[in-house]
Each structure stands twice: as C-alpha cells, then as structure tokens.
C-alpha cells in the first residue's frame, strides 16, 4: 500500500515541503468547482484540524473519477506541494494522479456541510469522529492520555492494572453492574432455596469495577508509588451532562502522602495536563474557543498559572450560606454539595479552580482517614469551572482500629475485607490517592458541555449502541 504523508507533518513545516511530491490520503471534506476548469478538493486526514486544499484540473488523466469524488469519500492525491494563493492556507497540492478508495453517495451521506446537533451525532457515531469538534476532542483525549502515563512516569510512579471484574461492592452501593453468565428468564433449577450463585461463573457474586483504589492500595504499601488508567463502571440512574456508565478513571495511589501531599500531586497533575494541552493541541484549542466555548483559552490560562484555592468543606458550606444566590437545594453543614454548589464556588467566588477538603464523615466511605475532630475525613474533592467536580480523593485510613470502627459504624462486613484489613496489620503506613475522571478532564480542557461527545462510544442510562 502506498504511504502517504501526515497533512499535520505538511502544515508543520511548509518551507521544507514546497516543491515537493507527495502522496496525501483521507477523507474529502468539501469540494468547490471553479469555472476555470479546476476543482478544490479539501482533503482531512485526522492528523490535525485543517484540511489541505488539493487543486484537481479537468484536463488530467484522473478528470473521468471526478465526479466521485464527493464529500465524505477515500481519496489519494499525489501531486506537487505549492504556495497557495489562496486565503485561509499557505500551501495547497497541486493533484497529478488522484486514486479513488471508496465513494460517498451525496445522497445518502449523512455529513452534510451544515453544522449538525451533537444529539444528531451520537446516532452516527460510526461517523462522527470526521466532524471538526469530535475529531478534535479524539485527538486531545488521546494526547493527554499519553500525558498522564508521562507525568507518572517520570516521577517513579508504577503503573499497574487493577481488575475489572470485582468481589467488593461496597463502594458502589446501587451504583454497580452485576457479572454473571445464568440466564435471568431461566429459573434455577433447585427453585428459589437453591444458593443462587451455585452455577454462576465465580460461584459468587461479582461485579464491573467502581474504582481500582482498593486494590491501587496493595500495590502502594509494596512499590511506594502506583496508579492505574482504566475504564470504570457506574450503573448511574441520573441522566446528567457529567456522568456515564462506562468512563476512564486514573487512580494515583502513594505510600507516605499525607492529604497536603495528595492535593500538592493533583494540583501539579492538572497544571501540567492543561499546559500539555494547551502547548501541544494549539489548533484543536483555538478551534473550541471560537465554536464551542469563547471563554475557553482565557480559563486554560488561568488554570496553568493561577494557584487553585484549598478551602475546608466547612468554610464552604459558611460561604454558600452566606451567598445570596437562591439554591435549588439548601445548604447546611452535612448535605453533599451539589453541581449547583460547586460551580457557585469555583464560578463566582473563586472564579477558577478550587479544592474543598476535610468533608463531613458520615458523607464519605469507610475507607478515608478520620480527622482529629472525629466529625470530618481527610478527603479532597477538585473543582473546576464549567465542568465541577473533577478529583476525587483522600488519605487512606491506616490506623487497624479506626479502620474497623468505620466499618462498623457503616455497616460494612469485615468478613468482606479481610485483606484490606490485613494491610493495616501488617506493615501498615499512611498513603494518599485521589481518581481523576478522564472525560471530565476532556470536557474541562475542550469546553464540550456533554460528557457523550468526549468518549467515542458513550454508554448511559438505556444506550449501549455500537
Ligand atoms: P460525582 O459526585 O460527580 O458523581 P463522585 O463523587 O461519584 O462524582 P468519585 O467516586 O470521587 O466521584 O470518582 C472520582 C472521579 O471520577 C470524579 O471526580 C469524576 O471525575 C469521575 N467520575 C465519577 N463518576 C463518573 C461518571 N459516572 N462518569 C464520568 N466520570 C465520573
Ligand atoms: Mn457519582
């Protein structure tokens, strides 16, 4: 198969490439006929936002395919890289062989050149990747991926994969997806006596993972530093712009962190993504502030540079007393904060990121460290503007004791956790963590308002199609 080159690589260094012969392939974006016998063939290839314009002329040896080619058809170009003197590009391929793969009947093709809802998208989602906004929310997605194992990487953090499939279920409480391989319309043969997992595949009940931190912990109290960078499931019966049943978690966990040391990590995490994203996805970055979010580059700014503000769950819960603004739910010390909440603070007070720390005990679970107040736990929740709560983390409950009377007081079966407790019996140590979600991160650094345009298949509430 012939090779063609990345149109990223030409628009990267246009001097190099002038007068050169190269192969380019992708998609046709748009296609304008001029009376002067020459078409402009506005090719993408997903390698960068722009497309690059290919000059076809009716008198060459590829005039007879023309006609096909059309918007959203496979196409090769070989031809000699030109100045252009045309607005909007510097350089543009002047077309001597043109190679059809694959039409796209104008017809049927269901991009047209008009902007379509996102809501419209999602049903074609086979398709959407070639539109501007999702290709450009692929791309980041992908570069900050790669950010986050380096950023890890490079500070001696091991990463390690926690399972998918899982026994403990205490986390998710209503919130998790069964596994299981019985049939549910077939009745168990011992009737409703028999022990209905008996003939199910781990002979007990098991479940799709809510967060890979138990067992991350493990690996902290062995290697020192760990994290893990996997898909997450939550059985979520709300239907919101911020949550989805299936999405990417990164969970750091550290021995000898303490919660200044947690958010000291997390702040550097986040500081460090943004400037990735806004160093190295320019043009993806430009394109969301002027189409989707204007305040966008102003925020990403401010997120790189500014200091976030740490404040207590309990100065908060006094400032949004405080506040005049007429919340849809009330607040007082103990009630979980909501979206509404969040964004007041991080929007109107802070106005820009916010950590809120030591959080009501009875709110959080089992597993974070009681405060010497004995009310709060040592736990740290990151906010954003736009998008909310972005981390969630805590110092880890290391003391035996302590340990069993939050489980206790939570109702939680110690039979369950024997090797939980364990790791605090023997050689036990404090430790930290927090998990960042990978889509709330895309929709912060992009300014995508639904959550379902920034993973490629988005699973919610009654949608698992392709
Ligand atoms: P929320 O209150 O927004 O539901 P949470 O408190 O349940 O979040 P954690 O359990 O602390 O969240 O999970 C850590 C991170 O994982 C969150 O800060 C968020 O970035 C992400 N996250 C949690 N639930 C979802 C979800 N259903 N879809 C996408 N990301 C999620
Ligand atoms: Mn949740």
């Known amino acids: 198969m012939e090779k063609g080159v990345p149109i990223a690589n030409l628009f990267g260094d246009e001097q190099k490439w002038l007068g050169k012969t190269v192969i380019v392939q992708g998609w046709v974006k748009t296609r304008r006929d001029s009376k002067a016998g020459v078409c402009f063939i506005e090719v993408n290839d997903g390698s960068t936002l722009k497309g690059l314009q290919v000059l076809a002329e009716e008198d060459k040896n590829y005039a007879g395919l023309l006609a096909k080619v059309t918007t959203g058809s496979a196409i090769l170009a070989e031809g000699v890289v030109s100045a252009s003197p045309g607005k909007g590009q510097r350089i543009e391929l002047r077309a001597e062989r043109i190679h059809l793969y694959g039409s796209a009947d104008p017809a049927t093709y269901p991009l ?84 209905p997992y008996r003939g199910d595949f781990f002979a007990r009940p098991a479940f799709l993972t809510v967060s890979g931190q138990l067992q991350a ?27 989805l049943a299936e999405f990417w978690m990164v969970e750091p966990e550290m021995a000898f962190h303490d919660l200044g040391d947690d958010l000291e990590v997390a702040l550097a995490f986040i500081r460090h993504l943004v400037e990735v994203v806004l160093n190295e996805c320019e043009e993806d970055v430009e394109f969301f502030g002027r189409f989707i979010d204007s305040e966008l580059p102003a925020r990403l700014q401010n997120a790189a540079k500014s200091s976030f503000e740490v404040i207590t769950y309990t100065d908060a819960v006094d400032i949004l007393k405080r506040s005049r603004e007429g919340f849809v739910y009330p607040v007082e010390w103990g009630i979980d904060l909501q979206a509404e909440h969040e964004r007041y603070l991080t929007e109107k007070v802070f106005g820009g990121p916010a950590a809120i720390i030591d959080f009501p005990r009875a709110l959080k679970p089992f597993y974070m460290r009681v405060n010497d107040d004995e009310k709060t736990v040592a736990a740290m929740d990151i906010l954003v503007p736009g998008t909310g709560e972005i981390i969630g983390g805590s110092q880890r409950e290391e003391r035996l004791e302590m340990l069993l009377e939050q489980m206790r007081l939570k109702g939680i079966p110690a039979d369950d956790y024997r090797w939980y407790i364990e790791l605090r019996e023997f050689g036990s140590a404090p430790h930290s963590g927090f998990g960042l979600g990978l889509e709330r991160l895309v929709q912060f650094v992009t300014g995508i308002p639904n959550i379902r345009e920034v993973i490629a298949f988005p699973r919610t509430p009654g949608h698992a199609e392709f």
């Open 112 to 195: 047209q050149k008009k902007r379509h809802s996102f809501e419209y998208l999602r049903q074609i989602a086979h398709l959407r990747p070639r539109t501007n906004t999702l290709g450009a929310a692929a791309r980041v997605r992908s570069r900050l991926s790669f950010a986050i194992h380096q950023f890890f990487q490079l500070r001696g953090f091991h990463y390690i994969h926690t399972p998918i499939i899982t026994a403990s279920d205490c986390e998710g409480a209503g919130e998790i997806f069964r596994v299981t391989t019985l049939d549910p319309t077939r009745p168990l043969a011992g009737g409703v006596s028999e022990d």
């Open 217 to 243: 912990e493990i690996f902290a109290l062995a290697l020192g530093k760990v994290y893990t960078f996997g898909p997450t499931f939550r059985a979520e019966n709300s239907n919101t712009s911020r949550h």
